[in-house]
């Protein structure tokens, strides 16, 4: 019953208890005789369960270099915390990849047949099962009556990850695509016959996505937000090239990717009203609740390109003038409940280029502040950059913006913030760096919610950069923060049609709360242990923090223009640790933290952004790669 080279679970599993031993194959695996047990305590016999039995198939399409040892363990329902009991378990066991190829599937037959097993295989380069290499996890599995045969024609992948380093979603194989290519369409359903997750693009069948698998749509610039319940949310961002690098919004839907299936929920999410006001690039959400985004701004339609050492980069805001219809910057406030799939919103009055969006605590309860941003259209000369601010409130029932009290000490756009007074309902004292108009005003200030007033904000000697736009601070403890991928440049604003982004290294921000007013210390952060010739500087770079502690900087382009191929990972004293190759080299995507405690949990997502094609054009990518940092 097995596949030439795959391993063959043939022992069955009757009554609730193993009843037989795994058989094996030599080939990609190679497992000692050994037995998949019940796990837990012991269980008394029981009749053949109503549904009969069925057989499991799953795949793992990933090489495990250094694996000696694996275990398999079995689950009803998701797995969605650590230490949890599989239903079945198989132990630690010799595990060998003689020739250094993938041959899957394996099978599990005699299981009762249900809707709900999860699988998580986990790999190991000791015997003892001590040291993981790699883990590979699968929720939602439906085990049918049907014959090994049958199961093991379509099995269920489980997505792999490889501690410590950035491991890439499902991908068609060249084969698989080719064939697909062979068909012209008229409509999707007319590739679909070749494979599920074909689709029809200029009268020829296509297929360049897995989705569930991996990401459904080309995104640049794309929007993420983690849910409370550890869900990823994506959303907007361009995909359309078109004259003079001018890119255009794409039309897919919200994907959200769940750990508790290991894959992308399916159909991507239509949520109503919704896709109309978040098909934007450069926009931002937030979480409003357990299952609620709150989605700002964007636009339909931006500038990017490289061009040598250079970045174009711009807002098509020039039909953005007060009364103007068919500006393609949003000025959209939206709140978008992910289980109704149904939205309401309002809109600013006018659209603000670039604004500070973060959902704070006011006496009156959660607000959305959108601080600064640019007046539209651009000007050609001077500067546009907004002080004042509005607080937003978007319950079930209510959607409104009223303007806030307070103004900022200057006009701020693509500022970086960090919350450091933060409650469950939102933060109470927000720290605002950067995205100044003018060297003369202050580089950072803090806006109080529960006051609706700014502080200023006391710079010690240090590192101080004349100019910081951008980037994305990044927690460490308590008193410090990194700072990390940001420019000199106004990146988005300034109206040149290309500008060298000088990009700056990352800096460690010391947070001294003690002092009146609150004092920030800037300092390089130490690279000696993960040198490179970029030195940390990526404009358009993807920057997440890690929830065990420190962060990771992904791609950009660095100071040359070239797009960068590696991550830089940071401990939580804010130095670098360590280089990640990426799969994809990309600048403009999005890191995004998985929430929970499941296997993903802890790990990140790269999302989106631009690559060179093979043509040598730059592309917007549908690629997802996960990091998970390696046990300590």
Not at 3 to 24: C, H, K, P, Q
Not at 253 to 265: A, I, K, M, Q, S
Not at 374 to 403: F, I, T, W
Request: proline letters at 6%; one cysteine or more; glycine letters at 12%.
């Amino acid at each position: 019953m097995s596949m030439d080279g795959a391993l063959s679970m043939d022992g069955a599993v009757n009554n609730g208890r193993a009843s037989g031993a795994i058989g094996f194959r030599r080939g990609l695996w190679l497992v000692a005789a050994a037995a998949l047990v019940l796990a837990g305590c012991e269980a008394a016999e029981t009749p053949a369960p109503e549904g009969g039995y069925g057989v499991m198939a799953f795949a793992l399409g990933s090489k495990v270099p250094g694996a000696t040892h694996m275990s398999v363990q079995v689950f009803h329902g998701a797995v969605t915390a650590a230490g949890q009991v599989p239903r079945y378990a198989l132990g630690c066991v010799p595990f060998d990849d003689p020739d250094g190829t993938v041959k899957n599937p394996f099978t599990l037959d005699k299981l009762p047949v249900r809707s709900d097993y999860a699988v998580l295989v986990e790999l190991f380069s000791d015997s003892g099962c001590t040291t993981r290499v790699m883990r590979a996890y699968r929720g939602g599995i439906v085990v049918e009556p049907v014959t090994t045969a049958e199961a093991a024609a379509t099995p269920y992948y489980l997505q792999p990850a490889l501690d410590g380093a950035f491991t890439g979603m499902a991908r068609a194989s060249a084969s698989a695509a080719a064939e697909v290519a062979q068909r012209s369409c008229t409509a999707d359903a007319e590739c679909q016959g070749v494979h599920p997750a074909a689709v029809c693009r200029n009268n020829r069948c296509e297929l360049e996505s897995l989705f569930p698998l991996n990401g459904g749509g080309r995104r640049g610039l794309p929007t993420t937000t983690t849910l409370d319940d550890g869900r990823v949310v994506i959303h907007g961002g361009v995909a359309v090239p078109g004259q003079n690098d001018v890119w255009a919004a794409t039309s897919q839907r919200v994907e959200v990717f769940d750990p508790r299936l290991g894959r992308f929920e399916a159909p991507a999410a239509i949520i109503d009203a919704f896709d109309d006001v978040a098909r934007t690039a450069l926009g931002r959400s937030v979480v409003g609740g357990a299952t609620v985004l709150w989605a700002v701004g964007g636009s339909e339609r931006l500038l990017v390109g490289r061009d040598g050492a250079k970045l174009k980069t711009g807002l098509d805001a020039a039909t953005c003038n007060p009364g103007a219809a068919g500006c393609p910057v949003s000025d959209a406030v939206w709140r978008a409940d992910l289980a109704a799939k149904v939205s309401i919103g309002t809109t600013l009055g006018r659209p603000r280029g670039r604004a500070i969006v973060e959902r704070v605590i006011t006496p009156a309860g959660p607000r959305l502040l959108i601080a600064g941003g640019a007046e539209l259209p651009l000007p050609k000369s001077g500067d546009s950059r907004l002080g004042d601010a509005r607080l937003c409130q978007l319950d079930a029932g209510v959607a409104e913006c009223k303007d806030a009290a307070a103004l900022m000490a200057t006009g701020r756009a693509n500022a970086a913030t960090l919350c450091i007074d933060m409650t469950l309902q939102g933060c109470r004292r927000l720290l605002i760096f950067g995205g100044r108009a003018s060297k003369a005003a202050p580089l950072a200030e803090i806006y109080d919610a529960t006051k609706d007033a700014y502080e200023a904000v006391q710079l010690a000697a240090g590192t101080v950069p004349e100019q910081v736009h951008g980037g994305e601070l990044i927690r460490l403890d308590d008193k410090t923060a990194l700072l990390l991928g940001a420019t000199a440049a106004p990146l988005f604003l300034d109206p040149a049609l290309s500008v060298a982004p000088a990009p700056l290294a990352p800096l460690v921000v010391a947070i001294d709360e003690s002092t009146s007013p609150t004092t920030l210390t800037l300092t390089a952060a130490d690279l000696s242990a993960a040198p490179g010739k970029d030195a940390g500087k990526r404009a358009l770079a993807a920057a997440a923090a890690l929830p065990g502690g420190g962060a990771v900087l992904a791609g950009g382009v660095d100071a040359s223009g070239t797009i960068i191929a590696d991550a830089l990972i940071f401990d939580a004293t804010g130095a670098a640790i360590a280089r990640a190759a990426l799969e994809r080299p990309r600048y403009g995507a999005r890191l995004q933290a998985i929430g929970g405690t499941g296997p993903f949990g802890g790990c990140l997502m790269l999302v989106g952004g631009f690559g060179a094609s093979d043509g040598g054009s730059d592309e917007a990518l549908s690629h997802v790669e996960l990091y998970c940092p390696a046990a300590p």
